[in-house]
C-alpha cells in the first residue's frame, strides 16, 4: 500500500540530494510520485518504507511517514519515547510550540533517547511527520578516510560514496560492483546497505588497503579481486557505482581520461544484467557515451574546488 513520505534534503545547493532520494524511493518501488514544492522539501507517494530509505539516505535531514494532523500522529506514535523537532526553512517564523502537536499524544516524551520524533517543517507550508532520528545516525564520521586503517589520497567521504551507491538503486542482496574501488569507499557502503559486493583495482596495494578497511568495520564482500577494469573477471552485476580514476595521485596505467572512461563502459557492458543501474563520478570534461548499451538517466555536477568539477552520470544497461 502506498504511504506519504516527507524528505527534508541537507541542502547541498547542487542537484544530488533530491536525486538520491529519488533512486531510493524507486529502488523500493518501480513506480513512485513525486511532489516538490521546495528546494530542501520532496514529498513520495510509494510502497517504499521511509524509515528503511532513513537507514540509508546520506543526504538528507529527517525521512519519515506525512501525516495531516497532530491525531493521526498520535494513533502511530501510542505508547512509544518521542520527542518534537522543528525545522524552519523561511528563518521567518516563531518558534514553533510542542504543546501544540502533544495535545492527545499518549507516548512518552524522551529528549535524550528517543525511537520516534514528530518533525515539523516550515516551509512554502507546514509539513508534519513521524520521523526515526535512530536511522538517521549514519556513524558517517568514524568512516573518514583518515579514520581508516588504510588511507590514500584520492580516497572519496563516506557520505558521496553512500550517494553513489544510492544513485545505483540497488537493494539488500543485490551483486554490486565497482571496478575501480582504490581505498574500498564505495564497497564499504554498499556492504553496509546489505549488497553483496566485488571490488576490482588495477593495483594490488589498493586491493590490499581495500580488505584491510573490510575487515577494520567487520564487513564481507563476495571479494576484493586486482583486475584490469577492462577485463573483469564477473559476469553480471545488478548495481555498479565507481569514481572513475584520474590525476596522479590515482593509477590509470598511463590512458588519458577519455580512454579510461571508454574502457570501463565497454566492459560494464559485458557485466551489467538488463536493466542494472551504472554510477560513474567523472571529470566533466570526460563525457560518459550512453552508445547502443546504456541510456542516460541524469547527470549531477559536484564542485570539488574551484578549479575541479566532478560529473556523476547515472545510466541505465538497456
Known sequence: MKTRSLVLLSGEGN???AAEARALFYAYDPSPRFESHSPRILIADSEADPFRIGERIAFARRVGRLVGDASEAAELLEGRRVRFRAFDLTGERHPADPG???GDLRATI???APEYELTLVSGDREYLAVTSPVTMAQGWSRRRPRQRPFFHPAAIFPKLSRALVNLSRCV???????PFAGTGSIPLEASMVGCRVVAFDVAEKMVRGAKRNMRHFRQEWLGAVR??????????????????P???ASSTRGLGPGEVMDMALSTLADVARPGATVVLMHQKEVAAEAGADFSLLEEHDLQVHKRLTRTISVLRRR
Open 246 to 248: 584520474y590525476g596522479r
Open 227 to 244: 583486475a584490469d577494469s577492462g577485463l573483469l573477471p564477473v559476469t553480471a552485476a545488478d548495481a555498479v557505482a565507481t569514481d572513475v
Open 100 to 102: 501544540d502537536y502533544f
Open 15 to 17: 542537484t544530488i540530494p
Open 110 to 112: 524522551d529528549l535524550r
Open 172 to 178: 539488500e542482496g543485490d551483486i554490486f560492483i565497482d
